[in-house]
Nanobody, 121 residues
């Protein structure tokens, strides 16, 4: 199973970006997915998560500005980021709690490689 994140870049404060995370491989089911970020010198933090039933959760700093969504058919997770602020700068990682066809009774954590978001003031 692989998660491939994309969509990061440099944007001015107030701008928007849309991140994507494509899941591939021997996937049986995806229980939950999410986006995390890590700013320089800080710990990785939850940005947003989405369960297979559609329940969402957002970190307090991004509520009302970011939206998580998924295209289940394409197995692609999205993060629409609006009204970006300099403090949103960091490496964004996608995460999936996934059961694969090799071990169908177990769910494992998978991480994408990270995509850098830089918001200039």
């Amino acid at each position: 199973v692989q998660l491939q994140a994309s969509g990061g870049g440099l944007v001015q404060a107030g701008g928007s970006l849309r991140l994507s995370c494509a899941a591939s491989g021997s996937i049986l089911s995806i229980h939950s997915q999410g986006w995390y970020r890590q700013a320089p010198g800080k710990q990785r933090e939850l940005v947003a998560s989405l369960t297979d039933s559609g329940a969402t959760m957002y970190g307090a700093p991004v509520k009302g500005r970011f939206t998580i969504s998924v295209d289940k058919e394409k197995r692609t997770l999205f993060l629409q980021m609006n009204s970006l602020r300099p403090e949103d700068t960091g490496v964004y990682y996608c995460h999936g709690l996934i059961a694969d066809m090799i071990q169908p009774l177990q769910q494992h954590d998978y991480w994408g490689q990270g995509t850098l978001v830089t918001v200039s003031s």
